[in-house]
């Protein structure tokens, strides 16, 4: 998710990591290259912008959700809480 952590926090697709693109230089290094990537934003605009940044850095096989998170229709998650 290359949200900001505060958009993650309100909704995310289930099992998706907190990756903001600001961040995304510095965290990078967690991401094996020997994985799929699938990646999401808002709108998908970032997330071309992460895949062309990934895949200058070695990664094959980046994915991403052509529409972004606005138009997933699958589970979610949101970070519960207390009352």
Partial sequence: ?????????????MGARDMP???LKEKM???RKDQPVYLYD????????????LRKAGYTQIYWLKNGFD???G????????D
């Fill in 1 to 13: 998710d290359l949200r900001e952590s505060s958009e993650f926090d309100k909704g995310h697709i």
């Fill in 21 to 23: 693109y600001t961040q």
């Fill in 29 to 31: 290094s967690g991401l």
């Fill in 42 to 53: 808002t709108t998908g605009a970032l997330s071309l912008r992460a895949a062309s940044r």
């Fill in 71 to 73: 138009d997933w229709s």
């Fill in 75 to 82: 589970k979610t998650k949101a970070k519960k809480y207390p």
